[in-house]
């Protein structure tokens, strides 16, 4: 089936330890997405990247960082420099040409420091 | 930049009662416009899309417009169900290809 598989569901890390969330998709998309999602805060950018070797920082890259070697991977690494790290960390997926179409999600990460 | 207001939640309404989720932007140039659906404990889905001034997505009896004149693109329902209870966001794909989502709505339906 195709579709985003994000990995781990779950996730617990020690404070000053560095996680990475693991994101692939077999859609051929060329555009990739991580949010974070917070109570009542909605869904807050991350990073993007439209192309392979390609990203750009969203609205709260500090703390985080991405790669982009592969178009179906797009893991994110979560730092000790993030200073409130937990929360749902969902990535996306979409067509990337034009201006249309819509984004298609994993199941999400839950990352809970200890 | 792009941004994206939402109502703010949560919204509880009885089965087959009439549903109106505000939501206003504000953008450069001439994004498109999703409403995405999240069900408790899971990813987000597409509900419905436009992807320029007047048009009408719809979706499982959901209805939004897009509305340049106002910047809005509100979402309605006529008669909503028990299964619809979930959160609701609205997001804008602008330059660049960023999407921006709201803050999100929770939708409860009471029997």
């Known amino acids: 089936d195709g579709g985003i598989t994000q990995s781990p569901k779950y996730l617990f890390r020690k404070e000053g330890q560095n996680v990475t969330l693991s994101c692939e998709q077999n859609?051929?998309?060329?555009?990739m997405y991580w949010y974070r999602q917070d109570p009542g805060q909605g869904l807050r950018l991350i990073y993007y990247s439209q192309i392979v070797n390609d990203f750009q920082k969203g609205d709260i890259a500090e703390g985080y960082s991405v790669s982009r070697e592969k178009k179906e991977s797009f893991p994110l690494t979560v730092t000790s420099a993030q200073k409130n790290p937990t929360a749902f960390y969902l990535c996306?997926?979409?067509?990337?040409?034009?201006?249309?179409?819509?984004?298609?999600f994993g199941e999400g990460s839950r990352l809970t420091v200890l | 930049g792009n941004s994206v207001t939402q109502m703010e939640g949560p919204v509880t309404l009885s089965e087959e009662a009439f549903l109106t989720i505000n939501c206003t932007y504000t953008a450069t140039g001439y994004p498109s416009l999703f409403w995405y659906v999240q069900y408790p404990g899971e990813g987000l889905q597409l509900l419905l899309k436009a992807t320029k001034a007047d048009d009408k997505g719809s979706n499982k009896g959901f209805e939004a417009t897009y509305r340049k004149e106002t910047t809005s693109f509100h979402l309605e329902k006529g008669s909503v169900q028990v299964s619809d209870s979930a959160v609701y966001f609205c997001a804008l794909l602008g330059g660049y290809q960023k999407v921006t989502f709201g803050t999100g709505t929770k939708l409860q339906v009471i029997p």
């Open positions: 996306a997926s979409r067509v990337g040409q034009g201006n249309t179409g819509e984004l298609f």
């Open positions: 859609l051929n998309h060329d555009a």
